[in-house]
DNA sequence: GGATGTGAAGTCGTTCACAGCT
DNA sequence: AGCTGTGAACGACTTCACATCC
């Protein structure tokens, strides 16, 4: 094990092997090995262990690595052990989805708030689609319910003409990381973490490689 | 101007410089400079002009991009220069509300079709939503419909259970282009495309990088 | 003068290959 | 015997630094 700094894409590779070992414990597998679970996610063996050895050594030579171990251990490293507390902030038809996600409850993850500049606008619609009330508050009270409710995420559905504006508030909320789902590159303090979750651009990368093909 | 194989991060990064030139068409600026750009891109200047680099010389040494210019340049490198005809399958509330996304509609995409596996079922809130009516076709049709209707690329909003078979499906179909907003890996035959788009991986990573925080 | 385009250097991530443990 | 953990080799991307051209 060595604690040097590490790379972004193992942060994202180990989402990766968490969702597979979750395949695994649920078919009753009790051990995998870094090939099996290479292959599972499209990947070298190699770096599969290479991702691991960053943060302890979790297998067993000649053996593999026990599924439900390597699991609970890749859940810790995440920071999957706990709750984290979500707000959507923009109601519109995106919004509504994100709220209605229920990828979102399986982890660790409770939405517990909905904001919009116009609640009275969207209340009915969401209720509607979500088959039960739902709460969206005023954007004017992000800061005081995020200390409520002890928000920890925003997930920005807004128009991109808002999203910076908005970024602005939840900053001001004491809110420490955003999930970007407009197209906007916020500016943002030190300390405060961005994540892009705009798929237009993957759209267009798929695009790209798609054009040199024949129909 | 060198015809290596081009980085994919570097198309990723191509998007990006589309989205704020056009916003820079939009204010009337006629110019831009590499720095400029990284700047608004959170990048480095060089990388800007290595990236622009792969594809032609596009700039005026002394003075910089001609918005207009490079816009239209980018745009065709992307494959953005015609239309592309997108398919939504899964009209859950994902599915739905990418059915209504209308940031597709500003670049050169189309949704052409929407298909589900209970049409029947989703139909009537579908049109309730987007306040008119959506034809949703039973996915039993993709093959014929994708032919007639020329669709270029599956979107894949359908449960994780249903993901895999439903790309068998969509390649049946002759679709080459899958963006899949499913958690799944899915095994494609070669020189079919998939990008992947599901969420809760770049909040995972949110999460792990916002652990480390006191709040 | 000033910004591009680009070799060269530097940094970072991946893959190899094998020692080491079970 | 088999699979992990990891130095070392490799390859890829980024940044520097400057010659080049407007």
New binding site residues.
Partial sequence: ??EN?V????IRRLSTYLRYLKELEERGETV????QLAKACG?????V??D??YFG?????????YVKDLYEHLKKILGLNREWRLAVIGIGNLGTALLNFRDFLKENYKIVAAFDKYPEKVIGRVAEQMGRPVEVLHIDRLKEVAKERKIDIAILSVPPSEAQKVADLVVEANIRGILNFTPVQLKVPKGIIVKNAYFTTVLDNLVYYLQFRRR
């Fill in positions: 094990m060595k700094r790379p972004e894409v193992t995998v090995s870094s090939a990947l070298n063996a190699a770096q262990r290479k691991l050895a050594e979790f297998g067993i030579r000649g053996v593999g690595y």
